[in-house]
């Protein structure tokens, strides 16, 4: 059912399924919003192997309600089919928008990934052919600045920590401190570059997963907290993948050629 495509679970299975085109999934938010961004994750990755593929749409459009009109918010757009250690891991899409306040929104499907190839050797009617959205999220305007307000008092957080531990490497000292510079000095250096990095992320107002990112480099920190100084080395994580969030109960429905489920 379409409310699969809104369940909060990007796992494969927990999906809307559509047959055939034309086809086309919609969004009816609880309230008009300022949308920034709309992410879809497309396809069931337990299917690429087979000749079917995962089941992605090849090309889609996002279209909005204005006006009581449905009208296009963007060009078509491409999705790669889905490949193990390519892309990203999530497989997922990220649109970003002008402001844009909606109530309704609509994914156009155009294209299939699924050309109608089997494993039996059979090739199925365009009408049986098969597409997969796992899921649908969305960051408003007011969810952007919220979060950024929240990144910029996490960044400012970040830097008195990374003040307090340059000021005890420099005062080195006996036993283990004394050994400080040496085991942790290119990981600290690492964590002092991914902060610049993140500041100038935040002045774009659009670096993906820009939260997770700063919570990492916490984590990474905390072996240098005035409790933990011990020689372990640090390594930063790698990272994936935007972070989002959607607000209210939001309803889905599909539309699909005649004469398909």
Same mark, same amino acid.
């Given at each position: 059912?379409?409310?699969?495509?809104?369940?909060?679970? %990007?796992?494969?299975?927990?999906?809307?399924?559509?047959?055939?085109?034309?086809?086309?999934?919609? /969004?009816?938010?609880?309230?008009?919003?300022?949308?920034?961004? +709309?992410?879809?994750?497309?396809?069931?990755?337990?299917?690429?192997?087979?000749?079917?593929?995962?089941?992605?749409?090849?090309?889609?459009?996002?279209?909005?309600? +204005?006006?009581?009109?449905?009208?296009?918010?963007?060009?078509?757009?491409?999705?790669?089919?889905?490949?193990?250690?390519?892309?990203?891991? &999530?497989?997922?899409?990220?649109?970003?928008?002008?402001? $844009?306040?909606?109530?309704?929104?609509r994914i156009? %499907?155009?294209?299939?990934? &699924?050309?109608? !190839?089997?494993?039996?050797?059979?090739? +199925? #009617?365009?009408? !049986?052919?098969?597409?997969? %959205?796992? !899921?649908?999220?969305?960051l408003t305007?007011?969810?952007?600045?919220?979060?950024?307000?929240? $990144?910029?008092?996490?960044?400012?957080?970040?830097?008195?920590?990374?003040?307090? %531990?340059?000021?005890?490497?420099?005062?080195?000292?006996?036993?283990? @401190?004394?050994?400080?510079?040496? /085991?942790?000095?290119?990981?600290?250096?690492?964590? &002092?570059?991914e902060l610049?990095?993140?500041?100038?992320?935040?002045?774009? &107002?659009?670096? #993906?997963?820009?939260?997770?990112?700063?919570? !990492?480099?916490? $984590?990474?920190?905390? #072996?240098?907290?005035?409790?933990?100084? *011990?020689?372990?080395?640090?390594?930063?994580?790698?990272?994936?993948?935007?972070?989002?969030?959607? @607000?209210?109960?939001?309803?889905?429905? *599909?539309?699909?050629?005649?004469?398909?489920?």
């Amino acid at each position: 059912p379409p409310e699969r495509a809104l369940d909060g679970d %990007i796992a494969d299975g927990s999906e809307w399924k559509g047959l055939g085109l034309p086809n086309w999934l919609e /969004v009816a938010l609880p309230r008009a919003e300022r949308l920034v961004r +709309v992410i879809v994750y497309p396809g069931d990755r337990r299917y690429a192997a087979y000749p079917s593929t995962e089941g992605s749409p090849a090309r889609f459009a996002l279209e909005g309600m +204005v006006g009581g009109e449905w009208k296009a918010l963007t060009p078509p757009l491409g999705v790669p089919a889905w490949r193990a250690g390519a892309g990203t891991p &999530d497989h997922e899409v990220v649109v970003e928008l002008p402001p $844009t306040e909606l109530r309704r929104l609509r994914i156009q %499907i155009l294209e299939l990934q &699924d050309r109608g !190839e089997r494993v039996s050797g059979k090739t +199925v #009617p365009p009408a !049986e052919r098969s597409v997969f %959205i796992r !899921e649908v999220r969305w960051l408003t305007e007011q969810g952007l600045e919220q979060g950024l307000k929240r $990144t910029r008092a996490d960044l400012e957080r970040l830097e008195r920590e990374l003040a307090s %531990i340059r000021t005890r490497l420099a005062l080195g000292g006996s036993g283990p @401190t004394a050994a400080l510079p040496t /085991v942790h000095g290119p990981a600290l250096s690492n964590c &002092d570059a991914e902060l610049r990095r993140l500041q100038t992320g935040l002045d774009q &107002d659009r670096l #993906p997963g820009l939260e997770r990112r700063i919570a !990492e480099v916490s $984590t990474a920190l905390a #072996p240098w907290s005035a409790e933990a100084l *011990s020689g372990k080395t640090v390594s930063l994580a790698g990272w994936r993948g935007p972070a989002t969030g959607s @607000t209210g109960s939001p309803q889905a429905g *599909s539309g699909q050629s005649p004469g398909t489920a």
